[in-house]
Nanobody, 125 residues
Framework: QVQLAESGGGLVQPGDSLTLSCAAS????????VGWFRQAPGKEREFVAA????????AYADSVKGRFTISRDNAKNTVYLRMNSLKPEDTAVYLC??????????????????WGQGTQVTISS
């Protein structure tokens, strides 16, 4: 059983930055494609970003492209989401998910084998 634990959320002002972390209990973590998703109150869960096993291929939702950066450190079993220029509409619970399904980063947008519990990100002045 793979356990994913998100951290790094909080309350920040518009224009600020945050870095989220997704730590995995499994080794080698490099077997998993990992993605970040978010869910705002009253809205459906949406895909945010994803990264392939080696970290050399990434994908982003149009709403965060140019502002968010996903990366991973397989030696530390951790995937990161650096979020810059945050907007109030980025407010949501952010969750990471992982899959062993074969494919590029976007494979996790359609298939998630494991989920974390999420971390709250609130953007407010």
């Amino acid at each position: 059983q793979v356990q994913l634990a998100e951290s790094g959320g909080g309350l920040v002002q518009p224009g600020d930055s945050l870095t989220l972390s997704c730590a995995a209990s499994v080794r080698p973590f490099s077997l998993y494609v990992v993605g970040w998703f978010r869910q705002a109150p009253g809205k459906e869960r949406e895909f945010v970003a994803a990264i392939n096993r080696s970290g050399n291929s990434v994908a982003y939702a149009d709403s965060v492209k140019g502002r968010f950066t996903i990366s991973r450190d397989n030696a530390k079993n951790t995937v990161y989401l650096r979020m810059n220029s945050l907007k109030p509409e980025d407010t949501a619970v952010y969750l990471c998910a992982a899959t062993r399904r074969i494919g590029g980063p976007l494979v996790v947008a359609s298939t998630q084998d494991y989920w974390g519990q999420g971390t709250q990100v609130t953007i407010s002045s």
